[in-house]
């Protein structure tokens, strides 16, 4: 039997560019459609391991096919392939150099790659309900701020912010049938206190699809994570990493703001303002004080008590 290989592949709307390991394999390109991808994995060798750059949609058909095959598969960070790039000195960009590029990534740096498990239906439903709402939503604000005091537009304006209102309502309603299959987890994850029940939805269906080890890695997953910047006697300041998926931690942020107005949080909030720190700062780390929580009570089957956290 054939050893597993590895391979890049680059992704495109209607193209796969495809660069083998194994040198004896030419590198290839194939139809981004489901009867050839299904042909080229045919011919790979089991538990063979293949990367690919997450581009939004394009790649889920390749994702999916090649780990129901038994593929092991990555989806890479753009963003980290870009600076692998310019670390490694890459000058051109054109598919076959962007295969060739991911595929010298997942040699050298897949032992600390994590593979993909596709997650199952109504999780990739909600994913798409959650950043799709927060796209009616930037245009309603967007609209209301471009056009508000404009006389001439005024009618037209409330007629399309009813409209957007309407069909983010539409959205919602989604959102809470889909969450239905995990109601009971869902409902110990918004008993914490400044959790509502969309961001109740993202936790949840988050804490589901992504194995995450510990609270450690579920606020570096949300990207509240901050970055150390240290050489030698500088001390750099830390900023927060934000590489995780920018609707939930918009979500977090707005329900630690609302938090920090409550009895409970407020005296936690102030402590941190009092040390100097900025609104966003102390905002921030009440949010992932939210986010532990919530993972903490998602995976021990609890509910949240306020009393444990009167003097938090």
């Given at each position: 039997m054939p050893s597993p290989i590895d391979v890049g592949v680059d992704v495109a709307m209607e193209t796969l560019q495809i660069a083998h390991a194994d040198s004896a394999a030419a590198d290839a390109r194939v139809a981004n459609r489901r009867a050839p991808i299904r042909a080229w994995l045919a011919q790979l060798p089991p538990g063979s391991r293949i990367a690919m750059e997450a581009t939004g949609r394009y790649h889920l058909l390749l994702a999916e096919l090649a780990y129901a095959q038994g593929m092991i598969v990555y989806v890479l960070n753009p963003c980290d392939l870009r600076h692998y790039a310019r670390a490694v000195g890459l000058r051109g960009k054109t598919d076959r150099v962007d295969a060739r590029l991911i595929l010298r990534y997942l040699v050298r740096e897949g032992s600390a790659l994590h593979p993909y498990v596709p997650p199952t239906p109504a999780q990739r439903e909600i994913d798409q309900l959650l950043r799709r709402r927060a796209t009616l939503v930037n245009a309603k604000t967007q609209l209301r701020l471009s056009l508000q005091g404009l006389a001439l537009c005024a009618s037209d304006l409330t007629v399309l912010l009813k409209r957007l209102d309407a069909m983010i309502t539409k959205l919602e309603q989604r959102l809470?049938?889909?969450?239905?299959?995990?109601?009971?987890?869902?409902?110990?994850?918004?008993?914490?206190?400044?959790?509502?029940?969309?961001?109740?939805?993202?936790?949840?269906?988050?804490f589901a699809r992504v194995p995450l080890r510990n609270s450690d890695a579920a606020v570096a997953f949300v990207g509240f994570d901050p970055r150390a910047k240290d050489s030698?006697?500088?001390?750099?300041?830390?900023?927060?990493?934000?590489?995780?998926?920018?609707?939930?931690?918009?979500?977090?942020?707005?329900?630690?703001?609302?938090?920090?107005?409550?009895?409970?949080?407020?005296?936690?909030?102030?402590?941190?303002?009092?040390?100097?720190?900025?609104?966003?700062?102390?905002?921030?780390?009440?949010?992932?004080?939210?986010?532990?929580?919530?993972?903490?009570?998602?995976?021990?089957?609890?509910?949240?008590?306020?009393?444990?956290?009167?003097?938090?």
């Open positions: 809470r049938q889909l969450a239905q299959g995990q109601a009971e987890a869902q409902r110990r994850v918004e008993s914490v206190l400044g959790i509502g029940p969309l961001l109740g939805v993202a936790l949840t269906n988050t030698g006697q500088c001390i750099g300041r830390r900023r927060l990493s934000k590489r995780g998926p920018a609707e939930l931690r918009r979500l977090l942020f707005n329900a630690a703001r609302s938090a920090s107005k409550t009895t409970l949080w407020r005296p936690l909030y102030q402590r941190y303002r009092d040390r100097g720190l900025s609104t966003t700062e102390a905002t921030v780390i009440l949010a992932r004080k939210l986010v532990r929580i919530a993972f903490s009570i998602y995976h021990h089957g609890t509910t949240f008590d306020p009393a444990r956290f009167v003097h938090a």
